[in-house]
């Protein structure tokens, strides 16, 4: 045993102070260069190079690998022209939480220690912008996929207590009403939970892309006849396709009539609060949901990943995941106190320091400057769809309401103009299907982006509408 | 727009990258400094200086009030005295992969990029050090609870084809076999997945502590008979209590024969893969799993959060979680292109780049470094219980047979000395039951842990046990 102790940290700890910095250096030169450094295709054998091997290298030489081999070929969404599906464009301020957070290595399942006040902070704060009242409480995910499942995981106690012990195969089937183009997180979720994909009901939009609530009202009766039970109403805040709200409060008010569940899915839309008006009321209405899913990754632009789900009844929250086997029980004093042990609110009983750069960021940035660049973002997709408007060889395919834009081309297939835009490093767009037409698609979530950035990329499209002539 | 585009990168690049630099020097000296940074109690007032304010402040007096105010109230678990719970113990060289992926941004969940190629090497090196198939694959998650829900969601769907369209309401009820004293997250993964924690049968222990087959053939012949259909047998690879492994090879055994899903939770158990011999063997017969959970920010130390879920059958993987609305159809070339999309794999489709930090651990530390590692740790774990049974103020409960120890006192209360063992800094024990009798319980997966160690926290618990007469 005569190395026991120390054989994984490094052995020389100048050098690797050295090699630490210097790989800071390469990083930040990244991040100032975000503007030069568009998404590249990887190399042929990048899966070769990467591969692992057996025996321990000098980190000196590991880093150089990661610089070299690996940091070049991101996803490109740093870049102030990525617009492609909805990826937000990072924060260097929470770059440096990341590495505090890693440095301190604490885990967030539990236990008495200042991490779970940071997240506990975090959460109060989400909670008080979001509106939801005194009761609520909340925690912070992976992203909205997992958080979906814990608030509808809420719903379905509320509807019935036993659920976790005796599960659903003896109860009626339910149901979820979600807005046509809402997302498949939704369906996701309903697999994992058991009830199956089957158990989502798409509600045809009003003529103005939002959930039509007689459609909605319709359902949910036609169901209920049938002995159907309705498990949630998902509002959407920003769908993936268009950008549209559902009218929240109008939701709420079905809602709190049928006594049902409002689930909001503001994944990225919920940060629309921030911004100025008209944008600003985009989200009127979320403070009524019985349960919020937010992004953190997307629009906030916190590195990934990180999520949240807030519920607005904290007890019945914690009643639909606290469970401590004997090695976990709490105690009053020392490490195993504390009252807030967020393995009760959620899905993991290990759970990392993301609190830390979303704390580092709202602090550091302050939400005025971080709803301007929001605000920004809405005035660019305005712009962009002006822009198409104009356009000989573009055609909007619906207003923009707030950071997405879709529009149609004349000649040519959006995958392969966005495909080209890709490679050429000019721009990233993604594509879409919308009433049947494919679709050039932009979600506008970067605080990198100019109006400078939308005229090159929209200037960029139509070259190459006009040369698939 | 006049401050568009820069809004909240730094307004200074060199001042932010001199205030990063000093924060980095903070960090190595933290981590360098490891063996005096015991758990300390957070202020009373901690979550008062931790509220989010309104206004942004300069990142430099934000880092400044993360260094003073949050990092030194960390989980504790760096310091080579921490036994508590299973807390791996942070390599230094992945907080520096931290800073990379979080500077890149990469969104892991699908496209073409190369972060994906380094979670393929990592997925492909851990199937490989499995001894799995080589139909076997697998994705990384936030850990075993996560892992757990997607492991026997494949269970699911490969006895019933059609469940995640039609959910399991009209199926038979299902049942997952688990030893006493298996970990928590089975039943809290039957909980999410619809089948409530009834689902849940315990199977009783033989004389070694390992699952009895006699009781879990008996179990499934009974289930059988009533017409349940068993979902899953769960292997423990390292029990949460004891650190006995269960006979895998028999266990694998009989769910051949019986066609019977075979998982294996192996959260901290998996790495003593790496350990010499006898410990190198405590796995044998985990390659012949259906599934297999692991964490790696337990015992190899990479830090928080990430976790892993391999299957056997990649393809049965993939048809568990495959879906792809229409703004996310892959294209052949550009961004959209890739054919592997790890959202197809598990439940989320933003996934952080969790990949890079086990990535560069293995690649700088190299398994035979690591494997040294834990071979001292399961020797430190066999010394603690020379110790216990050395002592006449304590007892072991059952022979050490990997790196837990659980042992019971003469004199005071378990918790009671745990506790005053956290607020003084010499130790972190944690505390459980073991066949009725309260215990201390030490966990050693540190890599910073020597036998010395072991010495002072056992001659520290003897002296508080002393105290209590």
């Known amino acids: ?48 190079k990467v591969a692992i091997g057996q025996s321990g290298n000098d980190s000196k030489d590991v880093f150089v690998r990661v610089v070299n081999d690996i940091m070049p070929y991101a996803t490109g969404n740093t870049h102030p022209r990525f617009f492609g599906w909805v990826h937000g464009a990072g924060l260097p301020v929470s770059v440096a939480a990341e590495m505090v957070a890693a440095t301190m290595n604490s885990n967030l399942g539990g236990r008495d220690h200042g991490a779970v006040e940071v997240e506990r902070a975090v959460i109060n704060w989400l909670c008080k912008l979001s509106g939801l009242p005194e009761t609520a409480f909340g925690i912070l995910t992976s992203g909205t996929s997992q958080a979906t499942i814990i608030a509808l995981s809420a719903a379905r106690v509320r509807l019935f207590g036993d659920v976790r012990k005796t599960g659903i195969g003896n109860l009626p089937a339910m149901r979820v009403y979600i807005a046509e183009g809402g997302h498949s997180c939704v369906a996701k979720a309903l697999e994992v939970m058991g009830h199956g994909s089957d158990a989502v009901v798409t509600i045809a939009l009003n003529d103005q892309g939002q959930m039509d609530l007689n459609s909605l009202a319709d359902s949910v009766a036609h169901d209920q006849a049938r002995g159907i039970v309705p498990l949630a109403v998902v509002g959407t805040a920003g769908s993936v396709n268009t950008g549209i709200y559902d009218p929240l409060n109008a939701l709420a008010d079905f809602c709190t009539d049928n006594n049902l569940w409002l689930h909001c899915d503001a994944a990225f839309g919920f940060w629309s609060v921030l911004a100025d008006k008209p944008w600003g009321d985009l989200a009127n209405g979320i403070h009524r949901a019985d349960s919020i899913a937010t992004d953190f990754h997307k629009w906030l632009g916190v590195p990934y990943d990180c999520g949240a789900c807030l519920i607005a009844d904290r007890d019945l929250h914690r009643d639909t995941f606290a469970s401590r086997p004997e090695y976990l029980v709490g105690q009053a004093d020392g ?13 993991e009983l290990s759970r990392g320091f993301k609190a830390l750069k979303v704390w580092t960021a709202i602090e550091a940035l302050g939400t005025d400057a971080i ?25 909007l ?31 990233v767009f993604s594509t879409t299907t919308l009433a049947g037409r494919p679709c050039m698609r932009a979600a506008i979530v970067n605080h990198r982006t100019t109006s400078d950035d939308i005229h090159i990329a929209m200037a960029a499209v139509e070259r190459e509408v006009l040369n698939s002539r």
Chains 1, 2 share one sequence.
């Open 1 to 48: 045993m005569s190395d026991e102790g120390r054989r994984l940290d490094p052995e020389d700890w100048n050098t690797f102070r050295r090699d630490f910095h210097e790989l800071l250096d390469t990083c930040i030169d990244r991040m100032q260069a975000a503007r030069d450094l568009p998404w590249q295709p990887k190399p042929a054998d990048m899966a070769d």
């Open 335 to 347: 490490l195993a106190g504390g009252e807030l042990w967020f393995c009760d609110y959620g899905i």
């Open 371 to 395: 709803g301007a660049a929001i605000t920004d973002n809405c005035k660019q997709a305005a712009l962009m769809g002006q822009l198409a408007e104009q356009s000989s060889v573009l055609a």
């Open 397 to 427: 395919v619906q207003p923009v309401v707030s950071n997405l834009c879709c529009f149609t081309i004349n000649h040519g297939l959006p995958a392969d103009i966005a495909a080209r835009l890709q490679l050429s490093g000019e721009a």
